[in-house]
């Protein structure tokens, strides 16, 4: 074996070093890789069954003897099968304990969970989905969040945590939106570094996924190919990861599925290396997706066999092989043996792994002292303070899309009729990584461990009307109509009808949305919008709730002449939905979401995104119009805001910062929360720019009549952009800023002037308006170079 010398990198401490001086080839590979205990139910990871035949090798062999040399990870103890997480605890501290005083060098293993809507244990709060964060416009209440998941996994031995996922929404037909946060990579960005901070606060790793360019797939379809070209790559996919690892700290990447222009993310060094460790300085750890290494074989065709994979993987950076070792373990093992593939490599990969571990305070004694005192005796994962935070949250991500007056309903209805396949469903509520639709699906028998009320539940408690009847009228897919004149019937009699409507979160077809779900269409599934329009034409005055994973093309309920009264959307709101939506209904809530994403009109206009050039909008050389039912950032009140004042520094250097103030009044008669959004755009460039962009935002909450001054501190690097020369690059020249309550508001202005100055029609005429007030800021100087230690994040302060 002829090995390469072994890389000056990682820094380690001399315990690791000393540590990894003294292993062996098979104890090395063993701290790379993953062990899947316990994979029963259902497939909950894709192609699982096929994947794991080879590596389970029969029912009778020992876990002692498949960790006779150590083992890197634990996958998934908890989060596989309802286990009761005290009896749970128990056999993993027992475990522990083996590992220390039963292998050669007495290493522990790291153990890792989901945690995207909460730690995906029996028994534990389910918060609502990532699409809901984003919605929320509110990173201080996901931090919060994000700190309470990672104390409950810290006290049940759980050291690393699979999320947030960082996927920037480009397809409303993609089947994983549910699991993102937006379609803007600012607010994507900071929403999720918040969560990162609130989980590393609480000991535990977050892990950012999918690194990179997953969600660009070609027509929305999970781990189809992605065209994008290096700029959309780094200044779309990139820039939220940037954030995450720099103002983050995040200590765990995981590479995804996809290829981008035919290299698999596996196999890359440019991204894994290059950019994520030389560029950015990231020290922390590189796991592969589930199963993701051997699919550089098995999918993807770039390795003759697992142990090429392997080999792909490794000198790409990917430094732990998860959920198991099918590709680490024998398949490299040989090639390493034969010197076809240098031991080095998997040097470089275990250092790291060690390093973690060490940081983790896995390799102190103190953790080797702990383990004999055992696991906490009890840990309550869903307590009230739990429960108080997934309602906040889900109050906040609540969106207001119309109302005609109808709501808030401030004279409680006698008879209320409560109708539609989400109305009393408590699965409806959750996304597809919530523990109750990601694994009890597959026991039906088994109750689901948490309180879980329906929106029709909530609203019986909520409304207090003397009369109420429950229909479902359709199930969330297929074409059965039977349930229409039960429907119909409950409607005519009311004096107001709720209908829920929406989408069943699962995996791989098990679902309307959720991981391997996507959509060909964005029509809501099934027959659910005949049975809203039977609804509305009994002239019962109608609310209708869309519980979804994804913006569905509903233009018709907002806009056509014959529509419900009122429309709001939750994105899958957790187990205190049904509570956040019956208080926003009855007003004891006044709603504040925003929208994350984009709704459409039709399906045709995808993939989309507001970040679009001129000729991205509508416009006379195309006969299409891709403009959306409700823009981004778009949600109502039950009160008004107005904007007034707007200020900005008339220059800054490129590299600087710069201020702009706007005063926001409640011009309404009821206390409200606005989020006030700071938009820009850069009136001449070296490469085409979108016409509106997200530059900060602030929610802020004011009393009837009361007004606040919001001063957003703005790095020009916000307005950074990938160059002709593949450079990120901040340029001198004229920007426009202003304020507004959504994107779209700027958006019809630009293009009408753009427009405009190539007909010679007045802008305003064509516009239709002239739009909010907006300022003029010049950058000046050189072009700056954009850099690591440029500052990222937009500040803002709020003021009476």
């Known amino acids: 074996m002829t090995d390469a010398p072994l890389p000056a990198w990682p820094q380690v401490s001399e315990r690791v070093r000393d540590l990894h001086a003294r292993m062996t080839l098979a104890e090395k590979l063993a701290q790379i890789v993953g062990y899947w205990l316990d994979r029963g139910g259902d497939v909950v990871a894709p192609m699982a069954n096929e994947m794991t035949r080879d590596i389970e090798g029969g029912e009778d062999r020992r876990l002692s003897e498949l960790t006779a040399h150590g083992l890197g990870h634990y996958t998934r103890v908890y989060g596989t099968r309802p286990v009761d997480p005290a009896e749970r605890a128990a056999w993993l501290w027992t475990e522990q304990r083996r590992l220390v005083s039963q292998t050669r060098l007495g290493i522990p293993a790291l153990v890792h969970e989901e945690c995207l809507t909460g730690l995906a244990v029996w028994q534990a709060a389910t918060f609502p989905t990532p699409l809901a964060w984003g919605a929320s416009f509110d990173p201080e209440v996901v931090e919060e969040m994000a700190t309470m998941i990672g104390a409950d996994m810290r006290a049940l031995g759980v050291h ?51 690194f990179v360019g997953y969600s660009g797939s070609r027509a929305g379809r999970n781990h189809a190919p992605v065209s994008a070209g290096p700029r959309e790559v780094a200044d779309i996919y990139l820039p939220p990861f940037e954030m995450a690892v720099l103002d983050g700290g995040a200590r765990s990447v995981m590479a995804s599925y996809n290829d981008i222009d035919g290299v698999p993310q596996h196999s890359s060094v440019e991204h894994l290396t290059t950019l994520l460790r030389q560029t950015w300085g990231f020290d922390g750890v590189v796991v592969a997706d589930y199963f993701g290494v051997a699919f550089l074989a098995v999918m993807h065709a770039v390795a003759a066999d697992r142990g090429r994979a392997a080999a792909l993987a490794l000198e790409a950076g990917v430094d732990v092989e998860l959920p198991s070792g099918d590709a680490y373990l024998e398949p490299l093992t040989a090639l390493i043996r034969s010197g076809e593939v240098s031991e080095s490599l998997v040097d470089r990969a275990v250092l790291r792994a060690l390093a973690q571990k060490e940081s983790l305070g896995l390799l102190d ?22 429960r108080a935070l997934a309602r906040r949250l889900a109050e906040e991500s609540v969106v207001l899309l119309s109302n005609d007056g109808l709501l808030p309903l401030r004279e409680t209805p006698a008879k209320v009729a409560i109708i539609g396949p989400n109305a009393d469903r408590s699965e409806a509520l959750m996304g597809c990584y919530s523990f109750v639709n990601h694994v009890m699906a597959s026991y039906p028998d088994e109750p689901l461990g948490i309180e879980l009320p329906t929106i029709a539940e909530a609203l019986r408690a909520e409304l207090g009307a003397s009369s109420y009847e429950v229909v479902a009228g359709c199930e969330v897919e297929g074409s059965d109509r039977s349930g229409f004149p039960a429907a119909v019937a409950a409607a005519s009699a009311a004096d107001v009808a709720v209908v829920v409507v929406g989408d069943q979160a699962g995996l791989f077809g098990r679902g309307t949305v959720g991981e391997g779900n996507d959509s060909e269409s964005l029509e809501l599934p099934g027959v659910q919008r005949e049975l809203v329009s039977e609804i509305v034409a009994t002239g019962t005055p109608v609310v209708l709730v869309v519980v979804t994973g994804r913006p569905y093309a509903i233009g018709w309920a907002l806009d056509e002449e014959t529509r419900p009264a009122a429309v709001l959307q939750a994105f899958f709101p957790g187990e205190e939905g049904g509570p956040a939506l019956a208080r926003v209904i009855s007003g004891a809530v006044n709603p504040s979401g925003r929208l994350p994403v984009s709704m459409p009109r039709v399906s045709g206009t995808q993939p989309y995104s507001y970040l679009q050039p001129l000729l991205g909008g509508p416009s006379e050389v195309t006969s299409t119009d891709p403009t959306p039912a409700r823009p981004f950032g778009f949600g109502l009140s039950y009160t008004t805001f107005g904007y007034s004042g707007l200020s900005a520094d008339r220059s800054v250097v490129a590299g600087g910062t710069f201020a702009v103030e706007v005063t926001v009044t409640n011009l309404g008669e009821v206390a409200g929360v606005d989020v006030v959004q700071l938009y820009g755009r850069d009136l001449l460039a070296s490469v085409v720019r979108p016409v509106t962009q997200l530059l900060g935002y602030q929610r802020v909450a004011l009393g009837p009549g009361e007004s606040a001054t919001v001063r957003f501190e703005v790095p020009t690097t916000r307005l950074a952009f990938t160059d002709r020369s593949l450079t990120r690059v901040v340029e001198p020249g004229d920007v426009e800023v202003w304020v507004a309550a959504s994107a779209g ?56």
């Open 160 to 210: 690393q945590g699979l999320a947030p996922v960082l996927d920037v929404i480009r397809d409303a037909r993609w089947g994983r939106c549910e699991e993102a946060i937006g379609e803007d990579p600012y607010l994507v960005g900071t929403v999720a570094t918040a969560y990162v901070r609130g989980l590393q606060s609480a000991g535990v790793h977050a892990t950012l996924k999918h």
């Open 365 to 386: 004694e103190s953790f080797v002292a702990g383990l004999s005192d055992g696991p906490p005796a009890s840990v309550d994962l869903d307590s009230l303070a739990h």
């Open 745 to 800: 508001e700027k958006v019809a202005t630009a293009v009408a002037e753009g427009i405009a100055e190539l007909s010679g029609v007045e802008a305003a005429s064509a516009a239709g308006g002239s739009g909010s007030d907006k300022a003029l800021v010049t950058i000046t100087g050189e072009v700056h170079r954009v850099g690591p230690a440029d500052r990222r994040i937009t500040t803002a302060t709020v003021t009476s």
